[in-house]
């Protein structure tokens, strides 16, 4: 009894967890939202392109311990990701009116080369259907959503990374 108890508990939390990452997106494309970069410009999310290779979009804020280090970690490995499979990251903050200062200064200070948009307002976060960070998409060369991920253990770029792969067929 013990045993099928365990085997049932298992399976639940399998479909949990795959649920969790799938979140009813994938095969959708990217909904239209204006957010301005770091600079000030103005952005259409929709238009997010990488001459037909894999985006991956990371929602995350300087208030987040596990997606900064989740972004940290992808940084050791993504130049090597760029050259391997063209990949580009699009890091998106969710700081709000109060914390959305401490973005430029975090990210300089990391030395990060991701492509940095600001959702203050979250209307991107909604659109994506995002309910806490960090939670990161990759985007196929269509446009289309393929994989979507929430949260963080060290680890799990390793696992992005093996989709990228798949994705690209460079397995």
């Not at 700081?95 to 401490?102: A, G, L, Q």
């Not at 990391?110 to 991107?124: A, C, Q, T, V």
């Not at 060369?141 to 963080?152: L, R």
């Amino acid at each position: 009894m013990k045993v099928l108890t365990l085997l049932f508990v298992s399976i639940f939390f399998s479909l949990l967890v795959t649920s969790q990452e799938d979140d009813g997106l994938l095969e959708k494309t990217v909904p239209s939202v204006s957010l301005k970069d770091v600079n000030g410009e103005t952005v259409n999310t929709s238009e997010l392109s990488n001459d037909g290779k894999p985006i991956i979009i990371s929602f995350w804020a300087t208030w987040c311990a596990p997606c900064k280090k989740e972004l940290n970690a992808i940084n050791d490995l993504y130049i090597d990701w760029q050259d391997e499979t063209g990949v580009k990251l699009v890091a998106v903050s969710v700081d709000d009116e109060r914390t959305k200062n401490r973005v430029v200064p975090y990210v300089d200070s990391k030395s990060w080369e991701y492509e940095i948009l600001m959702d203050p307002n979250g209307d991107f976060k909604r659109a994506m259907g995002v309910n806490n960070v960090p939670h990161t998409f990759i985007i196929d060369g269509e446009g289309n959503i393929v994989y979507s991920h929430n949260n963080y253990a060290p680890g799990d770029e390793y696992e992005l990374y093996d989709k990228i792969l798949e994705l690209v067929g460079e397995e």
